[in-house]
């Protein structure tokens, strides 16, 4: 039986959780929201960013989606907080929000 | 359906053994101690003579015996191992694991002394260190009891989703030859029946993780899942056992009370000693004493409530251990069943006592001078809060 990993969040009940924990999905990560887990959230202050691109190559957990060449917004589905994009950013393009999870 | 019996003569080791080969398990990775090494010997033999298909895994440790059953286990491999003492001390680790990732693993416990001082014989130390790892755990009296256990246990863990641990006496029960009536190879095979996981890491058509990462936000609800499933577990070890009942003849429960209907004094045992305690209890009944014993089979989980139940009536409870659990206190059974009887709002005078440690001799002489302790109210301990049986002072 496939497990829907998008019912194992953190609010889900003890008797709601997969025997052992097991997970039967390929490629679950991508539905599992570990996000959830963040305490400090990046903010993309556009009008700063040259696209120069330093940031999305060092986020360990691919929440910067670049499209045709250039970066939009954070996809913070995954997104830890980690602040490694903020302090690799030359211009001040993107501030860690201290205690902000979402 | 009574099926037919074939009587034989086995030593406790032999018997597992020849219920091991019965039921012809996928995979069986161990590591031999005493006095357990029988086991996976008789095994080996029966691989290297083709009487089972069974992967038989040389490991080099019983650390790795276990990281591998668990490993065979997840992957879809009915899988059990054997061990004792030390063995089990160092599987203690994996022990959690396989509860943890409700893999259905059967080990065959022979119970011997943990070190130190160090000691090859018989008593509980080994299984009572590993009461709190998640494993059901069913203890036998006698060679027999042994080998039916066993042919039970794959029938329990596979519904329960929970390892279970067969355990019996090292030495007295694994290396003593006593006469024991088995079933037919079929018989076997049909009631233990063919596995067939749900889930499993081999199976190519529905990808799996197992034993993922918990963070502090699972964790509790994932210990919470296996204290529910040991719980719920007593329903289908019943069940289970009504049925091998049905099938051979032997009837089983979670303990088994010998005199207790009228008993105002009671031994409370787990393994084979429980064999003297009934000696006595007879001899004293045949003077007109109102004795009795219960010898407990599945520790775990703790039958609490229906030894309480069992217990009304009974003035005064020798509890037994097999095992020093240095709590302080009393012995690691003693304590559960002074905590069952206090849950039940049961007040009987219950005497902790320590026997048999490291092979200890303990005689139904012993047993009936324990009986006219407890009759004659002679429940006083000195310096620490329980009884040492036989040591000398």
């Given at each position: ?102 | ?30 590591f031999p101690i005493t006095p357990s090494t ?23 440790s019983e ?20 061990t004792s003492s030390a063995g089990l001390a160092f599987?203690w ?17 022979v119970n011997r002394a943990l070190s130190g001082p160090i000691n090859i014989n018989a008593d509980h130390s080994d299984g009572m260190g ?39 006496d090292g030495f007295?029960?694994s ?147 097999r095992a020093e659990?240095f ?29 048999g440690l490291g092979g200890r ?33």
């Open positions: 039986m496939k497990t829907d990993i998008s019912k194992q969040g953190l609010d889900v009940k003890w008797k709601d959780m997969t025997v052992g924990c097991n997970i039967v999905a390929p490629g679950g990560s991508v539905d599992f929201h570990t996000g959830e887990w963040r305490v400090d959230t990046p903010k993309f202050i556009e009008e700063k960013c040259k696209q120069c691109l330093l940031c999305a190559p060092v986020c360990p957990d691919s929440c910067i989606p670049v499209t045709d060449g250039k970066r939009a917004g954070f996809d913070l589905d995954h997104c830890k907080g980690c602040g490694i994009c903020a302090k690799v950013c030359p211009f001040g393009a993107i501030e860690m929000m201290k205690g902000v999870k979402k | 359906m009574a099926a037919k019996v074939i009587r034989e003569r086995l030593s406790g080791n032999e018997a597992i053994a020849t219920a091991i080969r019965q039921i012809n398990p996928d995979v069986m990775p161990a029988e086991i996976p010997q008789f095994v080996s033999s029966y691989v290297a003579n083709g009487l089972v298909d069974t992967e038989f895994v040389p490991v080099e650390h790795s015996a276990m990281s591998a059953t668990i490993g065979a286990s997840a992957a879809g491999a009915r899988a059990m191992t054997a599987m680790e994996e022990l959690h694991i396989a509860s943890s990732d409700r893999l259905p693993i059967v080990l065959a416990l590993a009461k709190d790892c998640g494993w059901i755990q069913l203890y036998a009296e006698s060679n027999q009891e042994a080998y039916d256990n066993m042919c039970m246990a794959f029938r329990i863990s596979e519904k329960v989703m929970l390892p279970v641990m067969v355990c019996q007295i029960t290396h003593a030859v006593q006469n024991i009536n088995l079933l037919e190879d079929a018989a076997v095979k049909e009631f233990v029946g063919t596995y067939k996981p749900d889930q499993y890491l081999l199976n190519a058509k529905a990808p799996m993780a197992a034993g993922p990462y918990a963070v502090t936000q699972y964790y509790m609800e994932a210990r919470r899942g296996v204290a529910q499933a040991m719980y719920d577990s007593k329903d289908t070890i019943l069940a289970v056992s009504k049925e091998f009942g049905e099938l051979s003849g032997r009837e089983y429960g979670l303990f088994e009370e010998y005199c207790m209907d009228d008993a105002e004094y009671a031994i409370v045992i787990m393994g084979s000693a429980a064999g003297a305690a009934k000696d006595a209890c007879d001899m004293l009944r045949a003077e007109g004493k109102k004795v009795g014993v219960i010898k407990i089979r599945v520790y775990r989980p703790f039958p609490a409530k229906e030894l309480a139940e069992a217990l009304k009536g009974v003035k005064v409870i020798a509890a037994m251990d659990s709590s302080g206190n009393s012995g690691p059974m003693a304590c559960e069943l002074k905590a069952a009887l206090y849950t039940a709002k049961m007040t009987p005078d219950v005497l902790s006592m320590i026997y001799d303990i005689t139904v002489e012993d047993m009936v001078k324990i009986y006219e302790d407890l009759m004659a109210g002679n429940l006083c301990c000195d310096e620490i809060p329980y009884r040492y049986v036989n040591v000398r002072e």
